[in-house]
């Protein structure tokens, strides 16, 4: 099992609807989880980070997390052209320090 | 916000030659830093994390005198790639961890062609 698992999709969704992109992670003490945003040909551009269980609003972004399952997802409501893009789920595994590790990342497509 | 600074965005270089590629974070004092590579349409891979006034440590299958990373202050970090190859081409990028919030910055990545 990968330590950090995405569907690399792409996911398409037409404007003004909710995207939901989804993570798991395979260590169950994992404390610190960050959603990033990555257009093509350019650096990863934080949008969110969580700690705790539950949901954590920013904007159109909610986060949520889910220690049991081992989950947590990324929601952008009202879903705009703009926000193509690829996004990577990161985590802060036990043991790494501050060392991130990524999944491979979801491509959305926002399709007018 | 934070902001990370990378220089240059973009270098061509003969084969044999070294390139130098400069982190630099810009608002706030990094004591670790990170370097990462990626290559077209797959995710970020780790090279080796570069602590403040102590050698950098490296990940599994890099090759530390290939990638010489200094971090000689608390805002910047430098990556030499030396006696650079065709295959060494790619997206090359740093990251700074502010520890106040415990979150990574990334900076703007360094692509790397090697003629």
């Known amino acids: 099992q990968k330590e950090v698992e995405q569907n690399s999709g792409p996911l398409s969704v037409p404007e003004g609807a909710i995207a939901s992109l989804n993570c798991t992670y395979s260590d169950r003490v994992s404390q610190s989880f960050f959603w990033y945003r990555q257009y093509s040909g350019k650096s990863p551009e934080l949008i969110m980070s969580i700690y705790s269980n539950g949901d954590k609003e920013d904007g159109r972004f909610t986060a949520q997390l889910n220690k049991a399952s081992q989950y947590v997802s990324l929601l952008i409501r009202d879903s705009q052209p703009s926000d193509s893009a690829t996004y990577l789920c990161a985590v802060i595994l036990t043991g790494g320090g501050n060392k991130l590790t990524f999944g491979t990342g979801t491509q959305l497509k926002v399709e007018l | 916000g934070a902001v990370v600074s990378q220089h240059p965005s973009r270098v061509i270089c003969k084969s044999g030659t070294s390139v130098k590629i400069e982190c630099r974070s810009l608002?706030?004092?990094?004591?670790?830093m990170f370097w990462y590579r990626q290559f077209p349409k797959q995710s970020l891979m780790l090279m080796a994390t570069?602590?403040?006034?102590?050698?950098?440590?490296?990940e599994q299958g890099v090759e530390k005198d290939k990638f010489l990373i200094n971090h000689a202050s608390l805002t910047l970090s430098t990556l030499t790639v030396t006696s650079a190859h065709p295959e060494d081409s790619s997206f090359y990028i740093c990251?700074?961890?502010?520890?106040?919030?415990?979150?990574?910055?990334f900076g703007e990545g360094s692509r790397l062609t090697v003629l």
């Open positions: 990251s700074a961890f502010r520890a106040v919030t415990g979150e990574l910055f």
């Open positions: 608002d706030f004092q990094a004591t670790t």
């Open positions: 570069s602590n403040e006034g102590s050698k950098a440590t490296y």
